[in-house]
């Protein structure tokens, strides 16, 4: 006799039951609902709404009501923000695998739907389970792959999150108070109730004999979880801890030591930046404003006022470096330079670079006006290395690791 998956005796596992899952349920409802703030945050700190150089998500309009002008205090909003949002995401995978597990009997029951209200219900399931998978697989190929998926990761990642998160919470809402009362029912009466009342689609009729408790499946689950933590959550921190982050994903340019011995994102070779453009005889920093254009070689920037703060580097892949001392000039002085005294309006920071999608980048007027905000010279006391920017690189409070051009060519204040 062959079986379906959609026949009742098919899956036999005892471990599966309205307990198991409302365990792993309560977990997601909690974790699920930061993720989500936490994202919606982090989508805010790009300035999306600024101008179509920081984000294209078309129509986002409508989702995007919530943004705001992301603010520059405390300096490290976006590196706790991101990394929480991708140590969580990580940290979540086993869970979300083994709620999927314990309810995969329903996703296959015959018939597909007993009423209008059941055909419903299993419509939003399927936009439950197809908007988690792909949160999931979107942003963990962001953070491990040179991003692979077809289509831009934001749009997708943030539409994604919108329908996912809609479909979770009508999810939540129905099944949160049966689950609350499940985690305080014995296993007897379960088993006896689903028995009499043939609620059965999650309890198995005919189960097979137990190899491992509940507890220990969850003991398993979680285990699974706190190895993933373990090996992800060293890359917010430096020093031999980031050493423990086996899984993050920059094995990639090696920063060497000293001063500028930090993370690297892309490197100078990689971005296709001519060392000989870089020479402080060749470059020229091209700053517009309202009363025209000033051209700055190397020399005559370092002569203007020189400025130190302590920032981090947060990217939106989830690594983060402490507290670097950047020292440059404050990017309002350059606002002055050009006729914006006072109340510096936006800026538009464009690179050497020619091609990538983070070759340049539009900051608000709060990050131009903060004194913390530089177009840094110096790190830790050294010249800029080629690939942390060299010769200028921006460097903004609390702004994610995107915003912080490196190889800055020119810089326009005002009409975005
Ligand atoms: N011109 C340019 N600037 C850039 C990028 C880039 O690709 N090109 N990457 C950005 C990203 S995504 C991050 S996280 C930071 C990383 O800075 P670092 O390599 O000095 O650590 O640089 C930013 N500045
Ligand atoms: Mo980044």
Redesign the pocket.
Known sequence: MTRSPSSPGFWRSPLRGPWFTSVLGVVLLAGITLLFVTGLLSYAAYNPDLSPVNDKTPDKGVLGFYLFAWPTDPHWLYRLDQGVHVTLGITLIPVLLAKLWSVVPKLFALPPARSLAHALERVSLLLLVGGGLFEFVTGVLNIQLDYVFPGSFYPLHFYGAWVFFAAFAAHAVLKTPAALRNLRRPREEEVKEVKEVEEGDLVSPRPDPPTVSRRGALWFTGGGSLLLLATTAGQNFDGPLRRTALLAPHGGADPGSGPNG?????TAAY?GIDPAETDDDAWRLVVTGRTGTVRLSRAQLARLPLHSAALP?????GWS?GDQWWRGVRLRDLAALVGHDGDPPDVFVE???RH?????AALRANQVADPRSLLALYVNGEKLSP???RPA?IIVPAA???L????VARLTFGDL
Do not use: M, Y
């Open positions: 930090f993370q690297i994102n892309k971005a580097i947060a990217c939106v892949e470096t690179s050497l670079q990538g999608a983070f070759r340049r690939d942390h920017g690189r994610p690791g995107v912080n051009t490196k190889w």
